[in-house]
């Protein structure tokens, strides 16, 4: 590549690392198995493994399609060490150090973008690699779909890793740690495990996208938003398991507010509970400090005020500096931290409309009661007592909740207009997976229950939670629930909560296909008919009451139809 053509460095820094766990399902695998064959066949490689090497191939491939797939700008960051190749639990498709000679292969046969990393005193940067066309043209023509590329069957979902300042980079650089199972790594596993099952059985998109995307803020790029862009993770920052453990991964995570309320789960409009300032109240209850009162955010009691933005307009900022203050080391790199996030988020005002130093001082003066916790590099443990709750609201969900069974109702109604009918009949012809013939009432409702358990998705981000607007008060109660058990607190406290968005998201889905508008969203008949009657107003070749519900309008999202919307429906 000629100098002049080499991309700028701002486009180099675009990029994801490689994931060394991609796989197609079984069913679907024989076109990239065409495609790394084909591709193969084309390389000039030392003498090897045929069959260790096909398999970096193929973990490579799935790799540049995906991220072409999210953003043809989108680079993929790689290791050129062999050492980077080794067998552990963070490697499940087994890739081996063949890797890197299979890159330079690709390179000399033209097939991918490179551009070699450099290791100098100053400045340290890996491999970035990108697909040129010759390689997308032939998973075209055979048909792979990258929204089907997933995750490989046992992807750890437990992961721990540091933070280390690496000479000659910015930032510093996520460090794998390595660690022993014990009883409780096991259990954390099987949740995870058994979530992100329930997750992948479950349909969760965003309603009213625009054609292009959904950008938001300074982003210049799109939230890729698919079903293979659900898995979660848990990630730890210490192989003690005793800092971090929030959950991560769901494209719902890097959604706005705004955006997550246009959610649907199933077809199903969602709402977003979140916590009233959890970050400052697990300090207060968990280190049995007298609570302030109030509003958390509201500095005026000590004398902070300001010309132009007023105490509610200012709450998203003091949100932020709660979070690096605790995160934080030093008071300078609290500063550094938050002016960084100032820059990146339009939202927030500048700092030369809110110099921050007189900001922080006041907020420390607002919680002194808990100013021994600021800069000390506390958040590990903070987000450590978080993480419980989430998981425990996420298990109550997936196992505990009791759901009346629509098809035991169903069965009851029908015992009842037959007995009126014929008041001997002891049960019906029936016929399922399991029966085909005369069934007892007996035998029939023992087939099927009154009440089936778990199986409710609800996603969470770190501190709220998105859930079927149908569960919304069960949502409530469980947060305040399982606050009260982590933080030891008496079972009369208040834990205030709040939903987020949930009249703009009626708003915003009231004219959204594919979306079930039913009683459990509108709770009274006024509001019904104020929904009808926008319907009409919009559709007015509608002569007649119309019913809103999913039957009678076209699986149609996104602004066009797609194939997958009506077979989901």
């Not at 002891?426 to 099927?448: C, H, S």
Request: net charge neutral.
């Amino acid at each position: 590549m000629e100098e002049e053509n080499k991309p700028s460095r701002e486009a180099l820094e675009y990029s994801i690392p490689l994931n060394m766990n991609l796989v197609l399902p079984t069913d679907v695998e024989l076109p990239i198995t065409k495609v790394v064959d084909n591709v193969y066949s084309q390389l000039s490689l030392e003498p090897h493994n045929t069959n260790k090497v096909k398999n970096n191939l193929k973990v490579l491939i799935l790799n540049l399609a995906d991220n072409y797939n999210m953003d043809k700008k989108l680079y993929t960051a790689i290791h050129l060490d062999e050492k980077k190749y080794i067998a552990n639990r963070y490697n499940k498709c087994n890739v081996t150090k063949s890797l890197p000679k299979i890159i330079h292969a690709l390179n000399k046969a033209e097939f991918i973008e490179f551009n070699k990393g450099h290791y100098f005193t100053k400045s340290k940067k890996i491999t970035r690699i990108k697909p040129y066309y010759k390689l997308i043209k032939l998973i075209e023509e055979q048909g792979i779909n990258p929204d089907l590329i997933t995750h490989h069957s046992e992807t750890e979902t437990i992961l721990c890793q540091k933070k280390e300042k690496v000479e000659g980079i910015k930032n510093k650089v996520k460090i794998p740690l390595y660690y022993d199972d014990t009883d409780e790594t096991h259990s954390y596993r099987k949740l995870m495990v058994d979530y992100n099952n329930l997750l992948n059985r479950t349909h969760i998109d965003v309603y009213w996208q625009p054609k292009k995307g959904i950008i938001f803020g300074k982003n210049k790029r799109p939230v890729k938003i698919n079903q293979n862009k659900k898995f979660m993770r848990r990630i730890f920052n210490d192989t003690d398991f005793e800092t971090n453990g929030r959950f991560y991964g769901g494209f719902w995570q890097q959604l706005n507010s705004d955006w997550r309320g246009r959610i649907g789960i199933n077809g199903n409009p969602v709402s977003e509970v979140d916590f009233s300032h959890l970050g400052i109240s697990t300090l207060y209850d968990k280190f049995e400090k007298p609570k302030f009162k109030g509003d958390a955010y509201d500095l005026t009691s000590v004398g902070y005020s300001h010309n132009k933005y007023t105490m509610k307009e200012l709450r998203p900022l003091l949100k932020y500096a709660l979070m690096i203050m605790v995160n934080s080391d030093s008071k300078e790199q609290a500063i550094k931290g938050l002016r960084y996030k100032m820059n990146q988020d339009e939202d927030l005002p500048s700092e030369k409309e809110v110099p921050l130093e007189p900001l922080m001082d006041a907020f420390a003066k607002r919680h002194e009661a808990i100013s021994e916790f600021f800069y000390k590099g506390m958040g590990g443990k903070q987000y450590r007592m978080d993480s419980e709750i989430c998981a425990k609201i996420i298990a109550y969900f997936l196992y505990d909740i009791e759901i009346e069974s629509k098809e035991r109702f169903a069965m009851e109604i029908s015992k009842r207009d037959i007995l009126k009918i014929n008041p001997n009949a002891k049960g019906i012809m029936f016929e399922d997976d399991k029966f085909n013939g005369a069934v007892t009432w007996d035998e029939l409702f023992e087939r099927y229950p009154k009440y089936y358990k778990g199986g409710v998705p609800v996603l969470t981000v770190h501190d709220s939670f998105i859930i079927d607007s149908s569960f919304e008060d069960v949502l409530r109660w469980q947060m305040e629930a399982q606050y009260k058990l982590e933080m030891g607190v008496k079972f009369n406290t208040a834990v205030p909560t709040k939903t987020e968005w949930k009249e703009a998201a009626k708003e915003k889905h009231m004219n959204t296909v594919g979306i079930d508008w039913d009683d459990r969203v509108f709770k009274t008949k006024e509001e019904v008919e104020k929904a009808l009657e926008v319907k009409k107003r919009e559709n007015p070749q509608l002569k007649e009451t119309i019913e809103i519900n999913v039957d009678n309008v076209a699986p149609q999202v996104r602004g066009e139809e797609l194939e997958w919307d009506k077979n989901y429906q």
